[in-house]
């Protein structure tokens, strides 16, 4: 299985700074037939299921803010937040779709500074 | 606007089988571009991805080995709709269970069930 790693585990930063979070695959999932990388983020807030932000590494889903930002290659990405709002306070994920089984990160819990 | 519906029971006895329903809407469960996904969240196990079904011009399935042999996924087409079947529970099991869609190859889960909390006890 691929063990996937966030850093760190918890964050607190001030609104209007930014904010990274870090993803380690323990195997590449870069897809050399497309040079794409099989890596999500979601936000998850109390009480509700995980929001997919970023698919390919850093393609961000259509309604998401362009405060956020995925960034990457091989077996180490980033999330960025550009300027931390107070309603991005929640929970972040990362998940490797290159191999089954499609395995998340622990989490990075995001808070106000 | 695509829309999944969790249904089934929050209570299962040690030893019996967990099942729970997905209804779709706004799209096919015989899509031959979305996978159909079961994850489950608890505390001690976070975020895990048991398995999925989907359909390219045949049926299939891949399941996570932690689960393996106690899993079905199954897909309805007459109703349009995907179930979990997960059998001989134990508290171990005890989790708050979605049901999700992957939409393309690396497109990440863009829809996501409610969510059911599933509690193993007697």
């Known amino acids: 299985d691929i063990v996937v790693t966030q850093s760190p585990d918890s964050l607190a930063v001030s609104l209007g700074e930014r904010a990274t979070i870090n993803c380690k695959s323990s195997q590449s999932v870069l897809h050399t037939s497309n040079n794409k990388n099989d890596l999500a983020w979601y936000q998850q807030k109390p009480g509700q299921p995980p929001k997919l932000l970023i698919y390919?590494?850093?393609t961000r889903e259509s309604g998401v803010p362009d405060r956020f930002s995925g960034g990457g290659s091989g077996t180490d990405f980033t999330l960025t937040i550009s300027s931390l709002q107070a309603e991005d306070v929640a929970v972040y994920y990362c998940?490797?779709?290159?191999?089954?089984?499609?395995?998340f990160g622990q989490g990075t819990k995001l808070e106000i500074k | 606007q695509v829309q999944l519906q969790q249904s089934g029971p929050g209570l299962v006895k040690p030893s019996q089988t967990l099942s729970l329903t997905c209804a779709i809407s706004?799209?096919?469960?015989?899509?031959?571009?979305?996978?159909w996904n079961w994850i489950r969240q608890s505390p001690s196990r976070g975020l895990e991805w048991l398995g999925r079904a989907y359909y390219r011009s045949e049926w299939y399935n891949d399941y996570a080995v932690s689960v393996k042999g106690r899993i079905t996924i199954n897909p309805d087409t007459s109703k349009n709709q995907f179930s979990l079947q997960l059998n001989s529970v134990t508290p171990e099991d005890t989790a708050v269970y979605y049901c999700s869609r992957r939409r393309g190859s690396g497109m990440g889960m863009d829809v996501w069930g409610q969510g059911t909390t599933v509690t193993v006890s007697s």
């Open positions: 390919w590494a850093s």
């Open positions: 706004g799209d096919s469960v015989s899509s031959n571009s979305a996978t």
């Open positions: 998940q490797q779709c290159y191999s089954s089984p499609f395995t």
